[in-house]
Structures are given as C-alpha cells and as structure tokens.
C-alpha cells in the first residue's frame, strides 16, 4: 500500500500563494489517483482537486477552479498543489490521498473510495 506525505503548509497573507507537495512512497506508487482534501475547524472534509494516475485529467472544485492547480511529477512520486490569490476562507488543514487505479485518466471525487491519507498540513490564510 502507498503512503504520501504532505509538506508546504503555512501562514500565508490573503492574495497571497503557497504550494503543499504530496510524496508518494510504496509498491506500486505510481499506480495511484491523487486527491486534495481539506477540512475547516467545525466543518465536514471537503473535495479540493484531484489528479489521474497518468496526470492527464485534473479536476477541481467550484470553489478554488481558476485559482488552484494540481500537477504531477512521475518521476519524483509527487503531487503538488499550487494554491494562488488565496483567501481566508482556505484555511484548513490540506490532506493528500492516493487511490489505487487502473485507468490512467481516472480520477475520484469521494474520499470514501481513497486508500491511504497523509496526517495533512495546516494552511492558514489571514485577512
């Protein structure tokens, strides 16, 4: 089973930009869908983007499309999330899974349907 780790949280300004890195490591580390998550003090975990096992398909929600980005770096077993023009409402701790796959393009929304989570990072964004 894979592990990934996060990395790259903070104390950002509003406007502001960071990037969280997601390192995979395991058997078959490659064979895994990645998907962001986060979750606010006092509410539910939310879908922030994921990304296909080949990195082809990318998907995000309402809610940071346009200002978020998710790539991948097969070489490295590593996915990153760039987060841009940032807001207090992002704050949250940001978790990483992975969800074993074998379509290249596909990619998953549910955090039900993923098999390994980071511990997360905190990102804080001040007004």
């Known amino acids: 089973q894979v592990q990934v780790i996060e990395s790259g949280g903070g104390l950002v300004e509003a406007g502001g930009s960071l990037r969280l890195s997601c390192a995979a490591s395991?058997?078959?580390?490659?064979?895994?869908?990645i998907g962001w998550f986060r979750q606010a003090p006092g509410k539910a975990r939310e879908f922030v983007a994921a990304?296909?096992?080949?990195?082809?398909?990318?998907y995000y929600s309402d809610s940071v499309s346009g200002r978020f980005t998710i790539s991948r770096d097969s070489a490295k077993n590593a996915v990153y999330l760039q987060m841009n023009t940032l807001k207090p409402e992002d704050t949250a701790v940001y978790s990483c899974?992975?969800?074993?796959?074998?379509?290249?393009?596909?990619?998953?929304?549910?955090?039900?349907?993923?098999?390994?989570w980071g511990q997360g990072t905190q990102v804080t964004v001040s007004s």
């Open positions: 395991g058997r078959s580390s490659r064979n895994y869908a």
């Open positions: 899974a992975a969800k074993l796959t074998s379509g290249p393009r596909s990619y998953y929304v549910s955090p039900n349907l993923y098999d390994s």
């Open positions: 990304i296909s096992m080949g990195g082809e398909v990318t």
